[in-house]
């Protein structure tokens, strides 16, 4: 049974096994639940807007919409679920921007391990979050 403290989560990125590796690592947390997985962006914003879910871990690179299209939709029609970019773009200017533009959190692939639950953590209460492994320049 799923208790009413569980943040529920999207998991969205067109490569299968990486999605269900980062489904397997949540569902060991308690406090999280993988309500769905998507793999690509059409999916991932119908899947969005039929389960309400509280936080959605969001590739960039998706096949149909890719993943800055399809945040800018779930701005629009599910405003309340929390957004992660979880990506290989080690980029600090796109970084900067999809964070300004709305999204709580941008955690590099590479820094998955050590970053995610981290980050997920930080966006629930509320706060901005970005990889370790995101070289901002001043």
């Known amino acids: 049974m799923f208790t009413e403290t569980q943040v529920r989560i999207l998991v969205v990125d067109d490569y299968e096994p990486w999605r269900q590796n980062i489904s397997s690592m949540l569902e ?7 309500v769905a997985e998507a ?7 119908q899947r969005a807007e039929e389960l309400k879910p ?3 871990l969001l590739d960039i690179g998706l096949p149909n919409l890719n993943g800055i299209e399809v945040e800018s939709r779930l701005r629009q029609t599910v405003p309340s679920a929390k957004i992660i970019f979880l990506t290989q773009e080690n ?3 796109l970084a900067r921007k999809v964070l300004s533009d709305g999204a709580q959190g ?3 692939k ?3 391990g050590s970053d995610l ?3 997920i953590k930080t966006v629930v209460r509320g706060e901005k ?3 370790s492994g995101i070289k901002f320049s001043s």
């Open 117 to 119: 639950l981290s980050a």
């Open 39 to 45: 793999s690509d962006g059409l999916e991932a914003v």
């Open 91 to 93: 980029d600090a200017d």
């Open 28 to 34: 060991a947390c308690r406090e999280f639940q993988v």
């Open 106 to 108: 941008y955690v590099l």
């Open 54 to 56: 509280d936080l959605i």
């Open 129 to 131: 979050f970005a990889s």
């Open 110 to 112: 590479t820094d998955a």
